[in-house]
């Protein structure tokens, strides 16, 4: 064995930090063996590139120049090898014991025992006391609004109170602010496991611009569906928000147009697609909702809004369209396999069957439906009714953590409690909330482990306190049933984005304190 090898495995047996160390390259093989039933705790064993240490800030607006300066240059294979269990949720929902993966160029190549795939590769995770599954995505939220979370004012407030508690507070909001919070948002998504996101923000204060939200995602390699939102009925026209935040009907339409043309990637493996996104069906004029979606089609987009998410929506529906939200959506002609509606709460079993029958899609979002006292929506009735529905976690002044994994226990309870004691198990929330999320977002090539799928994936250990006793019985049932913080391993396109629980190469204690220098910005304290 060569000194440097020497001294890369002392370094992996003692060196249980944290920290971005550079390692020296290993060969896999001469690693040492395994321990216990599952594996060494000692550690993800890792192959850092040489060039992968650089930090970065994300304060101000100096991130998120999408040029990919920050990628890993020359890593195109990634072999995650030896896993305590390797979850695919692949159409025979195969768990795999021992299982390892081979990745090239973000798409995964092979998977099986170690000894059948490529015994190197540029980069090497021993995964062997993590159990892995498809990276989580995540179908609903508003990143922006990490920066009001927790609001005094708005803590306990329903729906319609609580968005005109805030809509002022969000006028104030300028590009800055949202290339911050969409970095916020995306680290906890990360961290907690989503590996692909949708975020709708509807309100583009003080020049901010859909296009820094994708700047920021860009530059930390995270899969991003950008939902252009919009508003256009202000105060001075009988809606909720004020005049400040919403925009002209055809300025909206032309810089969707604008978007799509700049940014959308129909092509497989896409990490960027753009989603047309009127804020709901009141906050725009029939018309432009009519326009949008019209619109997305021509550019073969995908839409999506809130709907049917309290009984105020549903009383307001009745009473100024003779219609139930569903129903209007349908006039609208907002139904559809390329369509997805926030929320879903009060559908009638009607409207539940027309969701299933056009297979239009729902996010599901059980912590922010509880936090604003708006019900609990029909989960089990709409997946069997054949309804595409994935897990968002909403908010993040509605929820306010952006915990995806944590979203996918909350939304297994929930369905206990409101439709029957075995409504869902731990594998099947898991699969809402992984191939569930895909189908929401219109993909088939993410959700799954499996050849030819993105190589998105994490893992989590199992030898950790919040495991103990739980991952020995059933180490994926585990990652439900416990309360893991944060996953141990993240990888998006073949790229390690989380390692050892932290997210590599960014400067978390920077961005904190933009945020909160922002967010007191924001709301002055009183
Ligand atoms: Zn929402």
């Given at each position: 064995m060569r000194r440097d090898q020497r001294d890369a495995l002392l370094e992996r047996r003692f060196g249980d930090d944290h920290a971005h160390r550079p390692m020296e390259r290993i060969d896999a093989r001469e690693r040492p063996a395994r321990s216990g039933a599952f594996g060494d705790p000692r550690g993800i064993l890792e192959d850092m590139p040489e060039h992968g240490d650089e930090a970065r800030s994300l304060g101000g607006v100096e991130v998120g120049d999408g040029d990919g300066?920050?990628?890993?240059?020359?890593?195109?294979?990634?072999?995650?090898?030896?896993?305590?269990?390797?979850?695919?949720?692949?159409?025979?929902?195969?768990?795999?014991?021992?299982?390892?993966?081979?990745?090239?160029?973000?798409?995964?190549?092979?998977?099986?025992?170690?000894?059948?795939?490529?015994?190197q590769a540029d980069r090497v995770i021993d995964a062997s006391n993590l159990v892995v599954l498809p990276g989580l995505v995540n179908t609903h939220h508003h990143f922006y609004q990490t920066l009001t979370r927790n609001v005094p004012a708005a803590q306990n407030a329903k729906l319609f109170d609580w968005l005109t508690t805030l809509y002022p507070i969000w006028a104030r909001m300028d590009t800055e602010a949202i290339r911050v919070s969409t970095a916020v948002a995306i680290a906890e998504l990360m961290l907690s496991g989503c590996t692909t996101a949708s975020d709708h923000t509807y309100l583009w204060p003080n020049g901010s611009r859909v296009d820094d939200q994708i700047a920021v995602a860009r530059d930390l390699g995270f899969r991003f569906h950008a939902a252009r939102g919009s508003m256009s009925i202000g105060r001075?026209?009988?809606?909720?928000?004020?005049?400040?935040?919403?925009?002209?009907?055809?300025?909206?339409?032309?810089?969707?147009?604008?978007?799509?043309?700049?940014?959308?990637?129909?092509?497989?493996?896409?990490?960027?697609?753009?989603?047309?996104?009127?804020?709901?069906?009141?906050?725009?004029?029939?018309?432009?909702?009519?326009?949008?979606?019209?619109?997305?089609?021509?550019h073969g987009v995908h839409s999506h809004t809130h709907l049917a998410e309290t009984r105020d929506e549903e009383a307001f529906c009745l009473e100024r369209y003779g219609r139930r939200p569903v129903e209007l959506a349908e006039d609208l002609g907002w139904t559809g396999d390329d369509v997805w509606h926030a929320h879903m709460v009060w559908p009638s079993t009607a409207e539940v069957a027309r969701l299933g029958a056009t297979r239009t899609g729902v996010a599901h979002c059980p912590t922010s439906n509880m936090r604003l006292g708006s019900g609990i929506a029909p989960l089990r009735a709409l997946v069997d009714a054949g309804a595409r529905v994935g897990l968002g976690v909403d908010g993040s002044a509605s929820n306010d953590g952006s915990h995806l994994l944590a979203e996918a226990r909350q939304a297994m309870y929930l369905a206990r409690v409101h439709e029957?004691?075995?409504?869902?198990?731990?594998?099947?929330?898991?699969?809402?909330a992984t191939r569930g999320g895909a189908a929401v977002l219109g993909r088939d090539d993410i959700g799954a482990l499996a050849p030819g799928m993105a190589a998105d994936l994490i893992g989590l250990r199992i030898d950790t306190l919040a495991m103990a006793g739980a991952a020995v019985h059933d180490p994926l049932a585990a990652i439900v049933f416990t309360q893991p913080s944060t996953v141990d391993l993240s990888v998006i396109a073949g790229r390690v984005r989380v390692?050892?629980?932290?997210?590599?190469?960014?400067?978390?204690?920077?961005?904190?304190?933009?945020?909160?220098?922002?967010?007191?910005?924001?709301?002055p304290a009183s």
């Open positions: 300066r920050h990628e890993e240059v020359g890593i195109s294979t990634l072999l995650v090898r030896d896993a305590a269990l390797l979850a695919t949720f692949d159409d025979a929902g195969r768990e795999l014991p021992g299982g390892s993966l081979f990745a090239r160029d973000g798409v995964i190549e092979a998977i099986g025992p170690a000894h059948e795939l490529p015994a001075s026209k009988g809606g909720l928000p004020p005049d400040s935040v919403v925009e002209d009907e055809d300025t909206i339409l032309a810089d969707c147009e604008r978007v799509i043309a700049t940014y959308h990637d129909s092509a497989r493996y896409a990490m960027t697609r753009i989603v047309l996104a009127p804020c709901s069906p009141f906050s725009v004029s029939d018309t432009l909702m009519r326009e949008s979606v019209a619109l997305a089609r021509k029957a004691p075995a409504a869902f198990d731990a594998r099947e929330i898991l699969r809402v390692l050892h629980g932290a997210l590599e190469h960014m400067d978390i204690e920077q961005l904190i304190a933009d945020q909160n220098r922002i967010a007191r910005h924001l709301v």
